[in-house]
């Protein structure tokens, strides 16, 4: 039987308090994320991280002084892996994060040791960006490169619509909005991490993929019809992001005098983002601007569909080691997959 190694990337979070500022560091040093020249960059990264630290080290020390991420992921890998075990595969599943430990540079060490068959890269972002999933990749093969790692490997860019996570994310918002309607109609807000608009326009299929996962998740949710809206959060910088942002539709909502159920699109798994952003700082602007009841969906983490969906994911990549199979997005399999799974057969 081949000995498989599955590597599970997302974006890492620092580890302490002291962590803070070389883990934002690390991420605004990146050119997916600030497509500057290298010495420009270096230097922006450096004020920007600076001055970012206090913000950010306020948002971990209300995590207990660190990023829950880590530990999050490695349930969701452990899950992985048995589900796998159970199916009869002979799979190991790493963690590589991109900006904090375990780096990527880590996890090549780790899967060179463990010398599988057959390698699957699968980023923990459902919804494809080249400031995410692309970032990651694009290290991953400059790591293994410089490690000299040679396996036939497969890249899954992304599954917006994978049915397992569609349905983990259906039926965990099913739950908040009948617990909203006991004391209204629910507006329900899925809320994705938001991009500056200039990587949108630039061509990054992000935004598309988040709208095919709402349209999924809301096609899946069913009769009776909910009124759902798709915003974003988390804008850092001057730039101009995307939109509109959460915390205004969640004041429109207030001024409805509307409940909001409040649903992450993009995430899967618990962190800063979710634990502060959603549930203290726009549940407090809920609580002033009128909402009478403001519920928070859970991340779909290890629910057992979402982690099936993976699994069959990681089967359809072992199977297509020898050939392509269904597909996703066409332009970004050929520019960043390769052997991907989802690649698109010719039209
Ligand atoms: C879909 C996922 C994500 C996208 C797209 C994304 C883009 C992006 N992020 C920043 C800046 C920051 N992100 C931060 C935290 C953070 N971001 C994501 C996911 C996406 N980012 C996650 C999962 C996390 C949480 C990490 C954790 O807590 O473990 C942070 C740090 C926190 C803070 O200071 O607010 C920053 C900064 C940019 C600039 C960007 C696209 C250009
Ligand atoms: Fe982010
Ligand atoms: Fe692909």
Redesign the pocket.
Known sequence: MARVAVVLF?????NSLEA?RP??FN??NDP???NVPGPIRYALAKV?SWR?AP??RD??AR?GGH????EQTQIQAEALESLLAERGHDVHCFVAMR??EPFISEAVARVQAMNPDHLILLPL?P?F?G??AGSSLAQWAEEAQKAGLEVPTNRICCYPTEPGLVAAMAELTAVRVAQARRVGEPVVLFS?????RK?IEAGDP?QKQ?EETVAAVVDRLGAPTIEARLCFQ?R??PMEWIGPSTEDEITRAGAAGRPVVVVPV??V?E???T???LDLEYAHLASHKGVPLYLRVPTVGRHPAFIGGLADLVERAVRVKDGPSTHINRRICDTVCRRCPNRPTAA
């Not at 990023?67 to 880590?70: D, I, K, N």
């Not at 994705?192 to 500056?196: I, V």
């Open positions: 997302n974006l890492g979070g620092p803070v883990f934002l991420l605004f997916a994320i600030m920007i970012r913000i950010a948002i971990y995590l990023s829950p991420l880590l900006y904090w972002y919804q960006s400031t995410t994705a991490h938001g991009l500056p990587i992000y988040v988390s850092v910088g993009a995430f798994s962190h800063s983002e634990l502060v952003e």
